[in-house]
């Protein structure tokens, strides 16, 4: 069974530059997640699809971030304009329903902001 | 304010050591688990505890439960060089429609 596939593992912009990164989940996984993880911290949950439809997005900083599953299955979540305390892990994760079943993870994409 | 604490946050010992690891909160959760994180991967889910008092065993790793399911501890036995890694707790509420809060996580390093 293959994992949750992201894209690009990393990435190195300047501030103020944009950014987007993406996520292919598990197959007939409903729900998709995106996280932040900032070095020597836990995961911080970014926005949360239910299919197409966004559950929670209520710590997604939505002046700069913007997240959309179409056709809910592959997500794209990125940043314009990106700032320094943006570089972090991003995780994208998915699971047959919501988060009382098993989350899959993909290996996150390193950001950079210099 | 960080809902889940744990303890400690870095830990290096030598292989065939023991430890313990711990996770705790003054909210009661519906469920708890726990990760290994690996440098350069995505977290990967060890265990799900849902019942207080609950144990379970993953080889040489012991998970408790707490009583009032707002605490929880890993024990590993004979630690190996393998262990290494980042492990982070991660409870869901009922009340926050099960969305996951996180631990930091305790850094562990088992040196040959």
């Known amino acids: 069974e293959a994992g949750v596939a992201q894209s690009p593992r990393y990435k190195i912009i300047e501030k103020r530059q944009s950014v987007a990164f993406w996520c292919n989940p598990i197959s007939g996984h409903a729900t998709l997640y995106w996280y932040q993880q900032i070095l020597g911290q836990g995961p911080k949950l970014l926005i949360q699809?239910?299919?197409?439809?966004?559950?929670?997005d209520s710590q997604l900083p939505k002046d700069r971030f913007s997240a959309e599953r179409l056709k809910g299955v592959d997500s794209t979540l990125k940043i314009q304009p990106a700032k320094l305390e943006d570089s972090a892990v991003y995780l994208c994760?998915?699971?047959?329903?919501?988060?009382?079943?098993?989350?899959?993870f993909g290996q996150g994409t390193r950001l950079t902001v210099v | 304010t960080q809902l889940l604490e744990q303890s400690p946050q870095f830990l290096s010992i030598q292989e065939g050591e023991n430890l313990t690891v711990y996770c705790n909160s003054s909210s009661v959760f519906s469920s708890l688990q726990w990760y290994r994180q690996e440098p350069g991967e995505g977290p990967v889910l060890l265990v799900t505890?849902?019942?207080g008092g609950e144990v379970k065993k993953l080889k040489r790793l012991t998970f408790q439960f707490g009583d009032a399911r707002k605490d929880s501890s890993l024990h590993i036995t004979a630690a190996q060089p393998g262990d290494t890694g980042l492990y982070l707790c991660?409870?869901?509420?009922?009340?926050?429609?099960?969305?996951?809060?996180w631990g930091a996580g305790t850094k562990l390093i088992i040196k040959p």
């Open positions: 994760a998915s699971s047959l329903q919501n988060m009382n079943t098993e989350a899959f």
């Open positions: 991660a409870g869901a509420m009922r009340d926050s429609n099960y969305q996951l809060i």
């Open positions: 505890v849902v019942t």
């Open positions: 699809f239910q299919n197409n439809g966004v559950v929670d």
